[in-house]
């Protein structure tokens, strides 16, 4: 057995082999495309995640990194931008030049064909360019994807190896116009070759819902509507727009948050087993969950924008509408909750509610499947209902609320917790960033955790209705103090549908040895 270490190109391939299968590529050179390279998005995430991938050996040699914008840089411009996002260690120095050493950088217009000839040139002027699988990295806003993927399509395509394009959402700002950019899309490439991506699918507690619900035996028989009560989907923040209130405020939180995050994981807690782990099984399954809700009526939505905290400090005491960015009359929710519906054997009747909000008390991603009483009580009421939780960020974590004896000679049940912690579970291993875990799958040609076209028809489906009527009607969303809760009104909303709050329940930090 060989005791030379392996190659980067050899990593990669058995990674590929490993997460894949076999699919061998059509060249050993590839080539990442950052199209919009001088943008906030490209600074922050994609040139660290690129820098993550290459220092970990996840790339193989072959990797060369260009960037395309219409400022005019430098390779070094891009470094010193890029830097302070990117975790550079003192000893990774060395390792740091490699990496761009293998960059370079064009400036030109995305709506020019001579900038993306340009472009091309330089591409296959690269060692294994002309015949090298290429991705492009759409990391621009909407209104300049019709003309960079059209030249894309006409100029910079590989002949011999693969090509493939990562979108960024919005995918569209309702059912029309992301009919429209699909439409454009697949007149120019197939589907195979879009990447739609949302992070959250990323995310490490995202993508073990699959595993938690079809690797362990005793979910089945309760994962339906005979023992859930209701399932609850929440994406929290505790800081506000900070000066990006503009761009907020042409999309809000239902577009920002609703339509793509608490859906997509809302697809992967319904959805019923796939035929097999590969992309297009589950995706189907995906599909048809989205079929069977229904559009989302205004009587199941509270919505909310948040004001300035008399008490507050720093931030708290901006409300939305100080930001001078934001118009001063503006009616875009900050805050949402929503009760929907899948109308299916499975979970007829059950409600699913999404809760998503700027500027709140905590910072929490998680889904929360509560528990149908236990009949015939035996002990007084003095049970609370069981609760699976399944917390994204911060502090990845499985748990099960349940009751137990309270210690001692007491005989009374005393609520407590089954507690999968990460961090204490898995001391030693380092969680890949979402975006490391999603170019490492577009590189690797898996579609399983990007979005298809269908499953994003459905998407907008639900949420176009309720768009256009609080957008035609200007609806003047409910005001909540910066810090808090969100809305009372939600809470209301929350309870009728029949989640129960019982507000007695600890979470007790695990010992750690």
């Not at 015949?131 to 993927?149: E, G, I, T």
């Not at 205004?298 to 001078?324: N, R, T």
């Not at 499975?346 to 149908?372: M, S, Y």
């Not at 005001?479 to 009104?489: C, K, L, M, T, V």
């Amino acid at each position: 057995m060989s005791t030379e270490p392996l190659t980067r190109s050899e990593v990669f391939g058995q990674i590929r082999r490993d997460l894949y299968g076999d699919q061998p590529d059509h060249s050993d050179t590839h080539i990442f495309i950052i199209l919009g390279a001088s943008g906030d998005l490209a600074k922050k995430k994609i040139y660290p995640t690129l820098w993550w991938l290459f220092r970990d050996g996840l790339l193989p040699e072959d990797t060369y990194f260009v960037g395309f914008a219409r400022s005019n840089l430098t390779v070094e411009d891009i470094r010193a931008a890029c830097l302070p996002h990117m975790k550079v260690t003192d000893e990774e120095g060395e390792c740091l030049s490699a990496f761009f050493s293998k960059n370079s950088y064009l400036s030109g217009r995305y709506d020019e064909g001579d900038s993306f000839s340009q472009l091309n040139a330089h591409l296959s002027s690269l060692p294994g360019g002309a015949d090298a699988n290429r991705v492009f990295y759409l990391a621009l806003p909407p209104s300049v994807y019709h003309h960079a993927s059209t030249n894309i399509r006409a100029h910079c395509m590989s002949c011999k190896g693969w090509n493939r394009v990562i979108v960024e959402k919005p995918f569209g700002r309702d059912l029309q116009s992301s009919q429209e950019l699909s439409a454009h899309l697949s007149s120019l490439f197939t589907e195979d070759q879009i990447y739609r991506i949302d992070h959250y699918l990323g995310k490490e507690m995202v993508q073990n819902l699959m595993v938690l619900r079809f690797g362990n035996r005793i979910f089945g028989p309760i994962w339906n509507r005979n023992s859930v009560a209701c399932v609850v989907l929440t994406f929290k923040e505790p800081f506000g727009t900070q000066g990006r209130g503009g761009y907020f405020d042409d999309f809000g939180i239902i577009r920002d948050v609703m339509q793509n995050h608490l859906l997509q994981m809302l697809c992967l807690v319904a959805m019923e087993k796939p035929a097999s782990t590969s992309s297009d099984d589950v995706r189907d399954e995906k599909v048809k969950v989205l079929k069977c809700i229904a559009p989302i009526s205004m009587s199941d939505v509270v919505l909310g924008q948040y004001m300035a905290d008399p008490h507050g400090e720093g931030q708290s005491k901006l409300g939305y509408l100080d930001d001078p960015t934001v118009p001063k009359d503006s009616c875009t929710p900050t805050f949402a909750t929503a009760v929907l519906y899948v109308q299916n054997e499975r979970w007829d009747g059950v409600p699913f509610i999404l809760r998503c909000g700027k500027a709140l008390n905590e910072h929490k991603a998680e889904v929360r499947l509560q528990f149908t009483d236990v009949p015939g009580d035996i002990f007084g009421e003095r049970c609370q209902r069981n609760e699976l939780v399944v917390r994204v960020q911060p502090d990845e974590a499985i748990y099960l609320k349940m009751m137990t004896k309270r210690p001692g000679v007491y005989f009374s049940p005393e609520e407590t917790e089954l507690d999968l912690t990460y961090r204490s579970r898995y001391k030693d291993v380092e969680l890949p960033d979402a975006y490391e875990r999603l170019l490492l799958d577009v590189c690797c040609g898996s579609q399983m955790h990007f979005v298809r076209s269908d499953e994003l028809r459905e998407a907008w489906r639900i949420l176009t209705p309720l768009l256009h009527r609080i957008e035609g009607e200007k609806t003047r969303p409910i005001p909540y103090a910066y810090g808090s809760r969100g809305p009372d009104e939600a809470d209301e909303l929350v309870n009728r549908v029949g989640f129960r709050y019982e507000g007695t329940y600890k979470w007790v930090k695990p010992h750690t040895t």
